[in-house]
């Protein structure tokens, strides 16, 4: 069998059925918002799927995968995941959804030496798309509970100026002060 052509020209298909994996791991109502709604603007998260499913998709089917063009295809749906409400192996699962679908598009010919090698080089390269997925997850959370902490300091900030209890939160711990200070500078006796 000669497989170029014939993923070429099934293309279409095969990549629809990743990105229909990827869209069923949302909630319902979801769904069909992703799948129908064309307009990049009005649906951002179905528009990233599908180009980041799309270029994925080609890079699989390399017999060598472009690591930065797997690295520039990843980021913005691992990003959009890594925010959502995902557990880890829930947000990178789908990686491993294009095995079963080129294996049972490729089913009648299992026994061709040619699609038994394809298919073991896909399962290579989605354990290599896995190991950069995890690592841009990993930097996305990172990032995430780094905000969190900055935000939860900034709060806690105002929360202390605000009852007086501080004037400004140095760059070490904060130094309490004693009752009866208060944040207004001294004013000298007249």
């Not at 998260?45 to 599908?50: E, M, N, Y």
């Not at 472009?66 to 980021?75: C, H, L, S, T, Y």
């Not at 080089?121 to 969190?148: N, Q």
Request: with cysteine.
């Amino acid at each position: 069998m000669d497989l170029q052509p014939y993923l070429e020209e099934n293309r279409r298909k095969l990549v629809e059925r990743w990105i229909d994996a990827v869209i069923t791991t949302y909630p319902p109502d979801s769904v069909g918002f992703f799948k129908n709604t064309r307009d990049k603007f009005a649906n951002p998260v179905g528009s990233t799927i599908k180009r980041s499913i799309d270029l994925l998709f080609t890079e699989v089917i390399k017999e060598k995968m472009d690591m930065a063009a797997v690295q520039e295809a990843m980021d913005p749906i691992v990003r959009l995941r890594a925010v959502q409400e995902f557990s880890p192996s829930q947000a990178l699962s789908f990686l491993f959804s294009i095995k079963p679908i080129l294996q049972k598009s490729l089913e009648k010919n299992l026994s061709d030496p040619a699609v038994d090698r394809f298919l073991r080089d896909v399962a290579v390269h989605t354990d290599e798309l896995m190991l950069t997925a995890i690592d841009i997850y990993s930097k996305c959370r990172e990032t995430v509970f780094l905000l969190r902490i900055n935000q939860a300091k900034e709060s806690v900030k105002k929360l202390l100026i605000k009852n007086n209890l501080i004037c400004e939160i140095p760059d070490a711990l904060p130094v309490h002060k004693p009752e009866n200070e208060t944040c207004a500078p001294k004013m000298g006796r007249s």
